[in-house]
């Protein structure tokens, strides 16, 4: 169990490149100010891209979280 | 459009008049025989989907503000204005174009439709019009680069958990990591994508050639070059350059990404290492017996999609196809292939920006060759162009399954027992015959 309060889950696993980091900039204005996307994925390089795409875009990555097989990303809404 | 804007655009303009592109700006005959060559136009015949159309668009600017006849005569070569409603046709030239070069190898004075795309790019940048998401992604790329330091340990610890499917297509010799990371003095530094599809199989088949190789922790891909923004472009390429310097690496070895190998080897100038992409390493790695693949293992017939940044403008031709001719005994060119291919029409940022209906109706023309090959597997060696692919397949109803080279041959492999050296290839086996580079 997270303990963020996720208002929004997005299963990005599987997506080509550079596409994780676009549905992200898309779906970030689909949540209020101040709440949290909880981002599934397999992409090794999005633990690097996630966090550079959060100081671009003005928001924040608040937690990284990986398992086998799996990598979670809790993306906070700040603007 | 204010003056001082207008000021500030035509500066641009006027940086990127290098005698080549005065050259390309000053010779069409308007001979048309650009016009054909065009998938945009093949598929959706349209005047100003034609090469010389776009071209137009800038070179009546052009007219206007750096030639004599379009001060004293601007009605002679249709001199225009820049003006707010003209930056719509600089649009279409750079953003309906993408970018392959196709109609360049018709012209019979080798106009490079890309370089005028380029200006056109240059002059939305400058006025703030270009697509957002390109820029995003560019930025994403640069601030990556500044403070990779805060997100390598976790990178690696992603790399690591993907060892388990690395051994699952090619079991390592004891002690021996799946994924390298950060080796000095490594003989090729692998620049992979975000995905694991672009490290995987490629790891594989590195580890099964027994290469002294190391994963790069950046991204290969360029998308300062896809907004056509050349300090972007160069910072971004900056970071793989420096990589590659401080490990001493013999090659970088580009993965399945046209852009990123075009930029690396064309772009970026001399280093001290060689830049190749990994369809050559894997032509290499069987040229030299290094690996061996197991041809039953397919059981389709396969035809191949010359991307055009690795094809067209990167010579690479025959290699992936000694590849694929190991892979099948039924392998079937397209009709237009190797320097005459069709783009897949998702270069220069299209599948990104996310305009699919153009995307699919620009490219039918592709898809009616892949038709007509009757393959069940479309392979091709550059991400941009699988998605693309992919799209039109599903947009079009076809069965055919795009696949990558490299997810091919690491599905292919032969994992002999007594000893990883596996025996050189023979006579029977397909032959790599190298052709000149493309113009
Ligand atoms: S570069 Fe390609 S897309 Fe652009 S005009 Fe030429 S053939 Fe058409
Ligand atoms: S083929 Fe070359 S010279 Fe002829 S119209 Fe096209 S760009 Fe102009």
Known sequence: ???????????????????????????????????????????????????????????????????????QIFVKRLK | ?????????????????????????????????????????????????????????????????????????????????????????????????????????????????????????????GSDREPKVLTMLADVSISKGRNIEATKKSFAQAVRNLEAEVIEKWRSEGGEEAVPLDVQGADVLYVALAGKHSIVPAAAIMNAAGEKWSLSYFEAVNFGAFVGNPKKTKEIAQRIIDEAERLKVKEVAICECGTAYRVMKHMTGKHSFNVITFVELIARYLREGRIKLDKSKIDARITYHDPCQIARQGGIYEEPRYILKHLTDDFVDLQSNRRASYCCGGGGGLVIMGDKEFRMKSAKVKVDEVKATGATILATACENCHSQLSDLMEYYGLETKVQFVSGLVADALVQETASRKVPAATSEEPQLQLTAKAG
């Open chain 1, 1 to 71: 169990m997270s303990a963020h309060a996720v208002a929004k889950v997005l299963d990005l696993k599987g997506l080509p490149c550079p596409m994780p980091v676009v549905k992200m900039s898309q779906e970030i204005n689909s949540v209020k100010v101040g709440e949290i996307i909880e981002v599934h994925t397999t992409d090794p390089g999005s633990l690097a891209d996630f966090p550079a795409w959060a100081d671009t875009t003005g928001n924040e990555v608040l937690e990284t979280k990986q398992r086998e097989g799996s990598i």
């Open chain 2, 1 to 125: 459009m204010e003056e001082n804007q207008k000021k500030e655009l035509l500066e641009l303009f006027a940086d990127k008049l290098t005698r080549a592109a005065r050259l390309y700006l000053d010779n069409c005959t308007r001979c048309g025989v650009c016009i054909e060559a065009c998938h945009v136009y093949q598929s959706m015949p349209e005047t100003r989907y034609t090469a010389v159309s776009r071209a137009q668009n800038i070179r009546r600017l052009y007219e206007k503000y750096f030639k004599l006849s379009g001060k004293i005569a601007p009605w002679w070569n249709e001199a225009v204005e820049l003006d707010d409603a003209w930056m719509d046709r600089v649009w279409e030239t750079a953003y309906t174009c993408t970018g392959c070069r196709r109609c360049m190898t018709f012209c019979p004075f080798g106009i490079d439709t890309g370089l005028i795309q380029s200006i056109a790019k240059l002059l939305l940048i």
